[in-house]
């Protein structure tokens, strides 16, 4: 059986590269790729990242250093993919895979120009640093010794 429609080639061989943090796919009339996690995450086909219609699509973010920590297979038709920030909500049919697979730098092209425009980034953001709190909720004083000793 192929994808959701019958002419979609199917794939012959999904490998998982952690290190690498790429799938690599080989599909059954000869086209193959290596898919990074995080293209795979930014362009899931779940209705948290493309939205229940067009225009509501979610640019996803912070996503550079995602991996993925599982791939389910679905029927015969899909797998699923968890990722480490525990997104795993999008079955990934063999469609849309090739549609990755065939036009992942245009894909990706278009992923940068509108992270650009949105003013964002693939880095996660940075961690806030944390100040001691009083009792009343504000920021604790902090003493500093300035005083010399000869």
């Excluded at 009339?29 to 067009?54: C, F, K, N, T």
């Excluded at 980034?121 to 940075?126: E, G, I, L, P, Y």
Aim: hydrophobic fraction near 35%; charge should be negative; proline fraction near 3%.
């Amino acid at each position: 059986m192929s994808g959701l429609n019958k002419d979609t080639p199917i794939p012959t061989e999904l490998r998982l590269h952690q290190q690498s943090h790429l799938l690599e796919i080989h599909f059954d009339d000869g086209v193959s790729a290596q898919l990074s996690h995080e293209l795979l995450r930014v362009y899931s086909p779940s209705a948290e990242v493309r939205g229940h219609g067009i225009g509501q699509e979610v640019l996803q973010t912070g996503k550079r250093e995602v991996a993925i920590t599982a791939i389910e297979p679905v029927g015969n038709y899909a797998v699923k993919l968890v990722f480490s920030d525990g997104h795993d909500s999008g079955l990934y049919s063999w469609d849309h895979l090739y549609l990755l697979a065939t036009q992942h730098e245009s894909l990706w092209i278009d992923y940068l120009q509108r992270l650009e425009t949105a003013g964002a980034n693939r880095d996660a953001a940075a961690r806030t640093a944390r100040l001691p709190l009083n009792s009343c909720g504000n920021i604790a004083s902090l003493r500093i010794n300035t005083s010399s000793t000869s």
